[in-house]
């Protein structure tokens, strides 16, 4: 069998044997809770400082709280009930983003000084959004903050009659109002732009998942899974951790091909590789090598928990429902062995390929352990020359 190792290309493997498609909802919903909650805190802050300055009495600044405890313990609902899964991410952008209005107009209701910061956070609220939630819908909800505004200038209008708080309200909701539309505007060529790298992003992530899977099978493929092991090589020589490799062959494939066509076969292989992948562990990488032949590296491992891994993947394959005339053929022959520090690739694979092949002589349906011998460089060539 021939071991070709000549990618140039150095690929980090993957530390899920199975890629896990989609997004990381966990962590996403982590980096939203702190951005919200940084940009919440810069509004607390300031009103905080309005207060120790005695232009606002602490009752508003207790309020304020009390808005921010329970909209954080709505959204804290809608995340831990998974509701937020039922619900469009711009959605649920834009209800965070209006909530965050109405508490700063209550705020601005209660202390009408605080219209001074009305302003720059709606924008900074509006920006929390731009990126997610359409322009429309944004234009949409500052023409229900400038009517609701408004509102809170006619209120204070009525509750302390007085021509200077009128028209220095008049004059913030006029200020707010040509500027908010006109930035959610401009800031609409920054959102498409914004998202054509998002989905050129995403298409060259596909490209180069694809170029790390197997077509077929879904798994890693040769070019990858040979990567991986000259890497994981490297970091064992250079960490001193310790690393294992099996070889996996199924056994008389080629009579299955004969005996029950290629199409069957296939279906063999794809069977094959979801059973292995499903029984490897987190930080196992698996990859088919070619034809029937795969090979599953074991970071940082040791020779027991991955012969366990093996072993417990061959028990899985031959007791697999396969269907048909499939039921009882199909088993697989393992070699594993323990990588030796200083040796080559070539010399590491080859071990655990003749446990494979020694599986195969044995009678096939078992796993082989190559127990690793330490090198002596003293029997090595050119110290025996020197010598």
């Known amino acids: 069998m021939e071991f070709d190792d000549s990618s140039s290309v150095a690929v980090r493997p993957a530390r899920r044997a199975m890629d896990g498609m989609g997004p990381q909802g966990g962590q996403s919903a982590v980096r939203q809770w702190l951005h919200a909650g940084g940009l919440i805190s810069l509004y607390v802050l300031a009103l905080a400082g309005f207060a120790a300055l005695g232009v606002v009495e602490l009752p508003v600044l207790a309020a304020l709280c009390a808005l921010v405890a329970v909209g954080c313990g709505v959204f804290w ?199 292995a992948q499903q029984g490897v562990r987190g930080g196992d990488v698996f990859g088919r090598y070619g034809g029937e032949e795969f090979l599953l590296i074991f970071p940082a491992t040791t020779l027991l928990p991955a012969l366990n891994t093996c072993e417990r993947i061959r028990a899985q394959v031959e007791n697999h429902a396969w269907s048909g005339l499939l039921k009882g053929r199909v088993t697989v022959s393992v070699g594993v062995t323990q990588y030796v520090m200083g040796e080559s690739v070539l010399e590491f694979f080859s071990r655990a390929d003749t446990a494979m092949y020694l599986a195969k002589e044995g009678g096939r349906n078992q796993v082989v352990v190559e127990e690793p011998v330490a090198r002596d460089d003293s029997l090595l060539p050119e110290a025996a020359g020197a010598a």
């Open 77 to 275: 609902v809608v995340f831990s009930t998974g509701l937020y899964k039922k619900v469009r991410h711009r959605h649920l952008k834009l209800a965070m983003v209006a909530t965050a209005m109405a508490a700063m107009l209550g705020v601005a209701y209660l202390a009408p000084v605080t219209q001074i910061l009305l302003a720059p956070f709606a924008f900074v609220a509006v920006a929390y959004g731009i990126f997610t939630v359409p322009r429309t819908a944004l234009l949409a909800l500052t023409g229900g903050l400038l009517a609701l505004y408004a509102g809170v200038v006619g209120l204070h209008a009525v509750q302390q009659p007085g021509s200077a708080l009128l028209r220095l309200g008049m004059l913030h909701w006029l200020s707010l109002a040509l500027s908010l539309p006109a930035f959610i505007v401009l800031m609409g060529r920054v959102q498409r732009l914004y998202r054509s790298l998002y989905h050129a992003s995403r298409k060259i992530k596909n490209i180069q998942e694809d170029a790390q899977r197997d077509p077929l099978l879904g798994c890693f493929n040769r070019r990858y899974i040979l990567a991986a092991l000259e890497e994981q090589k490297q970091l064992a020589d250079e960490s001193g951790i310790p690393l294992c490799l099996a070889v996996l062959d199924l056994d008389h494939f080629k009579r299955i091909n004969d005996e029950l066509g290629h199409l069957e076969g296939d279906e063999v292989l794809r069977g094959f590789a979801r059973i």
